[in-house]
């Protein structure tokens, strides 16, 4: 769907303490309404009014119950011992291959440590890279990203609870003006072409901000980009407000590698991987590329697909034709 407009500009400027942003984005497409302007408040006292772009109560929340329930059955999953080894699944043998369990696999953090990007990139099998706006050499790693296999995002930094843990530069804060936080995003998604969605880094502060994300999930949409909630927080707003408007917004089902340095825990992670994508048809995984990561997941790749599973992409399991969607906006996919 066509839905580039311009760029966004704010309307005006207000004191820190009270209404302090104001755009407006022209969105096509039936589904999404013709125009929708979003209004913020950061600071002391952060909260949004939006008249959103039209996506009916029942389809969006029955979107939520659907996340809901999934998530449900990933802890059930979680909870229980993982499986000793990797097995063949038995169930996968009389499906078809396109009822196979996909699973995707992202790779955060690309650009921090360049060797450490040049060993991911060696990795077979579709795997995304996410790669951070400040990155060094920046255009030449998503040059060598776009020619591997899979998805390239933005791993788009937002703020932290911790105020020891560091996001890095222009992240975005919840308590920046809204001229602050829109010229911080603008920074963020013009570093470099060719991605196809985005995912947080950090942000376990920033993406329970129901005013922030209605402005990130906004200004992702009418760039027809999606959205992965990488889950740093429990209180993370990011599937609700994206269910509301409209906007493609998934989260991860697994971390990798929690604790950096241990081995054995990614393989523990990846058993959760293929059961997860089993029991729910699919599985979005994010890991580092930290050299433990990487010694363990180069020959699970190599051999996912012997035993059933399908490697994928973030895009390829947002983009199918959604069925309830479809009913309810039958042009939105042109």
Not at 279 to 303: C, D, F, N, Q
């Amino acid at each position: 769907m066509a839905l580039h407009h311009g760029k966004l500009q704010p309307t005006f400027r207000a004191g820190k303490a009270g209404l302090i942003a104001s755009f407006v984005i022209a969105f096509a497409g039936a589904a999404l309404g013709a125009l929708a302007a979003y209004l913020g408040e950061f600071g002391a006292g952060a909260a949004a009014s939006v008249e959103a772009p039209h996506i009916s109560v029942a389809l969006a929340q029955q979107k939520l119950e659907e996340s809901f329930e999934r998530e449900r059955i990933i802890q059930k999953v979680i909870n229980r011992t993982p499986l000793e080894r990797f097995t063949a699944p038995t169930s996968i043998a009389v499906v078809q291959p396109s009822a196979r369990p996909k699973i995707a696999i992202i790779l955060d953090d690309i650009g921090l440590d360049p060797q450490a990007a040049v060993d991911a990139f060696a990795l077979p099998g579709p795997v995304t890279y996410s790669i951070l706006p400040y990155a060094q050499d920046i255009e030449w790693i998503a040059l060598q990203a776009a020619r591997r296999e899979g998805d390239i995002m933005l791993h788009l930094p937002m703020q932290p609870k911790r105020k020891s843990d560091d996001p890095g530069p222009n992240a975005l804060r919840g308590d920046m003006s809204g001229t602050e936080f829109l010229r911080a995003l603008e920074w963020n998604l013009t570093r470099f072409d060719g991605y196809v969605g985005v995912n947080n880094h950090m942000g376990s502060k920033l993406t329970a901000n129901s005013a922030a994300m209605r402005t990130v999930l906004a200004y992702l949409a009418e760039r027809d980009l999606f959205f992965i909630d990488s889950k740093t927080t429990n209180a993370s707003v990011a599937q609700q407000i994206g269910a509301q408007l409209g906007a493609d917004v998934i989260a991860r089902d697994i971390f990798l590698d929690p604790t950096p340095g241990d081995a054995d825990e990614v393989r523990r992670q990846l058993r959760l991987v293929e059961e997860i994508a089993l029991k729910t048809g699919y599985v979005v995984a994010i890991g580092h590329p930290r050299p433990e990561t990487l010694s363990v997941l180069a020959p699970w790749l190599a051999s996912a697909e012997a035993r059933g599973f399908e490697l994928t992409t973030p895009s390829a399991i947002i983009s199918p034709p959604k069925p309830t969607l479809l009913v309810a906006a039958p042009d939105i996919r042109g």
